[in-house]
């Protein structure tokens, strides 16, 4: 799976195979900096490549109960500037995309956040 930042922006993201809340706010810092080792982002203009063991619909169809994957994209400002409660009480996330085999078939595979 790709995902691709047409923003110009640096963007957090995560991905779920349920309905679950999101339970972690997505920017990690390590001594001041983002820890990148942790954090899942992507700086503006920013195209990633997403692996897993075996193919993502064996993935999808065995992880999610209704064989869809929900795709979390936030901006950087919100993850920065809203506390963890709030964050975490208000699932503030930019956008969220859920996705079936076919739908990610019919993408391409390829993920695209931007803003409109």
Known sequence: MILENKTNDTI???MMFSDERIEWNPLVKKDGKIDSTISQFMRPKEIKSRAVMGT???Q???MAKDSAIRIYFFKKE???NVSKDTFLKRQAYSKKYKLTVKD???MK???IYEEK
Do not use: G, P
Request: aromatic share 28%; no cysteine; charged share 40%.
């Open 104 to 106: 990610l078939e019919r």
């Open 109 to 111: 595979w390829q993920v």
């Open 12 to 14: 957090f993201f995560d």
């Open 60 to 62: 999808i169809y065995r």
């Open 56 to 58: 993502w619909e064996e």
């Open 78 to 80: 919100l993850v920065e």
